[in-house]
T-cell receptor, first 115, second 114 residues
Framework: GAVVSQHPSRVICKSGTSVKIECRSL??????MFWYRQFPKKSLMLMAT?????????EQGVEKDKFLINHASLTLSTLTVTSAHPEDSSFYIC???????????FGQGTRLTVV | DAKTTQPPSMDCAEGRAANLPCNHS???????VYWYRQIHSQGPQYIIH???NNETNEMASLIITEDRKSSTLILPHATLRDTAVYYCIVRPRNIGGGADGLTFGKGTHLIIQP
């Protein structure tokens, strides 16, 4: 089956620093990738849609200057949380849409803790 | 995406069939029913999807009512590893492109009891 690799699986950073999370489709091309955030005991919330070679589309209430998304190739999208604060601590999950079969597959998630 | 309604939690004995219901009374003609599950601290995992016919794969069966207003996901022989939150989502299947993130509801927390 299609594999989406997300790295790192968990990260702890200090307030004010930036953290980069990578999402890779290992065995398929993904023109579109999605970034979700999940707070404890809550459901996944879509943050943004990442399109290869163009600007990401952000959901309402998500700060584009804080959550920088780059989708430079058909197999890699990155999410950078800039100037992280403790309230940014969350579980971040990406999914990648297979260009051929139009189905999306999820990464294993990244647990971000800002101290 | 059309709204879905699922029970917040269910218990099932190990080895028995787990039947998870989902109501989607406002589903439109071009929308499919998708099921995902999320084991604690992992990303969601695709289980199965269907349009109007019943579907079966190695993980589960999906039964969709004739009016398509509800469906049931069946795990035929539940194991402890099936304990997870199960999400029922209805959405168009964008063959050939289009970008739509999934709208996750609260899902059903299925707990398999030993």
């Amino acid at each position: 089956g299609a594999v989406v690799s997300q790295h790192p699986s968990r990260v702890i950073c200090k307030s004010g620093t930036s953290v980069k999370i990578e999402c890779r489709s290992l065995d398929f091309q993904a023109t579109t990738m999605f970034w979700y955030r999940q707070f404890p005991k809550k459901s996944l919330m879509l943050m943004a849609t990442s399109n290869e070679g163009s600007k990401a589309t952000y959901e309402q209430g998500v700060e584009k200057d804080k959550f920088l998304i780059n989708h430079a190739s058909l197999t890699l999208s990155t999410l950078t949380v800039t100037s992280a604060h403790p309230e940014d601590s969350s579980f971040y999950i990406c999914s990648a849409r297979d260009t051929v079969i139009a189905e999306a597959f999820f990464g294993q998630g990244t647990r971000l803790t800002v101290v | 995406d059309a709204k879905t309604t699922q029970p917040p939690s269910m218990d099932c004995a190990e080895g028995r069939a787990a039947n998870l219901p989902c109501n989607h009374s406002t589903i439109s003609g071009n929308e499919y029913v998708y099921w995902y599950r999320q084991i604690h601290s992992q990303g969601p995992q695709y289980i199965i999807h269907g349009l109007k016919n019943n579907e079966t794969n190695e993980m589960a069966s999906l039964i969709i009512t004739e009016d398509r207003k509800s469906s049931t996901l069946i795990l035929p022989h539940a194991t402890l590893r099936d304990t997870a939150v199960y999400y029922c989502i209805v959405r168009p299947r964008n063959i050939g492109g289009g970008a739509d993130g999934l709208t996750f509801g609260k899902g059903t927390h299925l707990i398999i009891q030993p």
